[in-house]
C-alpha cells in the first residue's frame, strides 16, 4: 500500500481478515447493513454502516463501495479499545490512479 507518497509492506493479508471475518460473522461480533446510495467523488457508491466487537476493541463506522467497480472508495471508523488506547477515529479515503507496486 502507498501512504503519504511512500510504498509500505501490509502488516495484514488477504487470509488474515478473511479469517477475521468468518469469526465475527460466526461469534455475532461483526455486522454490516446497507444504508443508502451516493456519490463518492463523483462515483455511484453504496454506503454501508458497520460494527465490529472484539475482545480489544469496539468500531463503529461507515463504508463506501464503487457500484462501478466494487472496490472500497472510503471509511470512516471510530475505535473504542479502552484502557490507556482509549478512543480513536481513522477517516481513509482510497485512490486506484497510477498504482504502480514498487520495483
Not at 455475532?28 to 460494527?51: D, I, Q, W
Amino acid at each position: 500500500m502507498i501512504v503519504k507518497g511512500k510504498w509500505w509492506l501490509s502488516p495484514v493479508t488477504p487470509n488474515d481478515g478473511l479469517e477475521q471475518g468468518m469469526e465475527n460473522r460466526m461469534n455475532g461480533k461483526a455486522t454490516c447493513h446497507f444504508l443508502r446510495n451516493e456519490f463518492v467523488n463523483g462515483e455511484p457508491a453504496a454506503a454501508y454502516s458497520m460494527r465490529r466487537e472484539t475482545e480489544n476493541a469496539t468500531e463503529d463506522g461507515q463504508m463506501w463501495i464503487s457500484k462501478t467497480t466494487g472496490r472500497s472508495l472510503g471509511k470512516e471508523v471510530d475505535a473504542d479499545t479502552g484502557g490507556a488506547m482509549g478512543k480513536s477515529h481513522l477517516s481513509a479515503r482510497y485512490e486506484y490512479d497510477n498504482v504502480k507496486p514498487p520495483m
